[in-house]
């Protein structure tokens, strides 16, 4: 009986079989416990032999069983762990994360350094009517700064005959929106996408600005000129010149082209050092017209204004040659200048 139940025990392959035989054994009509029931009709002699030798077996089966069964928890777990192996010493693979465009990084940046000098952000509609964009501006119908601008027109409906809708072509018309809607003083920037039909390595149909506007009661040239050299020096990392060059803008009298210092060697501009110059934005006194145009007083406000290319300061601060590869969307491009991972 008992090499029976133990070689049985030993060779069952899973916890189902070892109950089944325990049952056999141990169980109420088990063969170990039937036994046992015979005792009773056993003399007292034969009971003193057959009783421990059938305890002893009862209790031999019994942790035959229970070591048996630890034995079978423990292939499982070794089985288990076989087929789950994890090296966790591999390194991750890397996943790609998209960031933030670098035009957007540089709107962050020049946001940041301007509001350190006390202007806020003013938006506009990127389609605008022909009055702000033009009218407003000082920019009358006839005007030939008119065609210089390169203007995308909206489609009208037939028997439509009011002025066309125009997609913005420079920042400006947001100083009037933002002086109609403040008044003066203000100190504000507005930086954004504008549209010219024009296309080449330096030009997208596309592209952004960044308008600046202080209107106060004594402003002049000279503070525009610190406010400049403060904003590309904090940018670039480094002191850089400005040059004032006599221009003409229809809305500021009297105007100027700024210059940024550089020097140009093998292809590479690098700012802030060297004796060339940079041309980078367009800038003057707010034309006493344009103040009246969004409602401002002429004789107690005066001040200044700005427009330049946001694409134009970021090519030069990380070295990018043509314009167009900042709207192709192309990874390799991005990864290339950092702006990717
Ligand atoms: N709006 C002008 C342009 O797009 C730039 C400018 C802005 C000039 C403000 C003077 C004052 O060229």
């Not at 890397?94 to 670098?102: A, D, L, N, Q, S």
């Not at 030939?144 to 009011?162: L, N």
């Not at 997609?167 to 954004?192: E, K």
């Not at 110059?277 to 969004?294: D, F, R």
Request: charged share 25%.
């Amino acid at each position: 009986l008992k090499a029976n139940y133990l070689g049985r025990i030993a060779e069952a392959g899973d916890e189902a079989a070892l109950e089944e035989l325990r049952l056999a054994a141990l169980g109420k009509k088990g063969e170990v416990s039937l036994k046992m029931r015979e005792l009773g009709k056993m003399s007292p002699e034969q009971r003193q032999t057959a009783g421990p030798a059938l305890n002893a077996l009862k209790s031999e089966i019994d942790s035959a069983l229970k070591a048996k069964k630890a034995a079978l928890a423990d292939a499982a777990l070794d089985e288990r762990l076989r087929a789950e192996w994890l090296d966790v010493t591999l390194p991750g693979r890397p996943r790609r994360m998209g960031t933030v465009h670098p035009v957007s990084q540089v709107t962050d940046e020049l946001t940041a350094i301007f509001a350190d000098m006390g202007f806020a952000v003013a938006e506009g509609p990127q389609i605008e009517t022909d009055w702000y964009n033009f009218d407003a501006l000082n920019i009358p119908p006839e005007h030939p700064a008119r065609q210089e601008h390169d203007t995308f027109f909206m489609a009208r409906a037939e028997g439509d005959d009011r002025p066309p809708h125009v997609l913005r072509t420079h920042t400006s018309p947001v100083q009037i929106r933002a002086m109609a809607a403040q008044g003066a003083p203000i100190r504000v920037i507005a930086p954004g996408r504008v549209y010219r039909m024009d296309m080449d390595q330096t030009h997208a149909p596309m592209f952004h600005q960044v308008e600046g506007l202080a209107i106060d009661r004594d402003l002049s040239m000279a503070n525009l000129k610190w406010v400049l050299e403060e904003f590309f020096s904090a940018f670039f990392g480094t002191h850089v010149k400005t040059r004032f060059r006599a221009s003409h803008f229809p809305f500021t009298e009297p105007s100027a082209e700024v210059d940024i210092q550089c020097s140009w060697e093998g292809g590479q501009v690098k700012v802030g050092e060297g004796d060339g110059w940079l041309e980078v934005l367009g800038s003057g006194m707010v034309h006493p017209k344009v103040l009246q145009s969004a409602g401002v007083d002429p004789d107690q406000w005066q001040g200044f204004a700005f427009g330049m290319g946001i694409d134009r300061i970021a090519m030069l601060k990380y070295g990018i040659p043509d314009l167009r590869a900042f709207f192709d969307s192309d990874l390799r491009w991005l990864r290339h200048y950092g702006f990717q991972s």
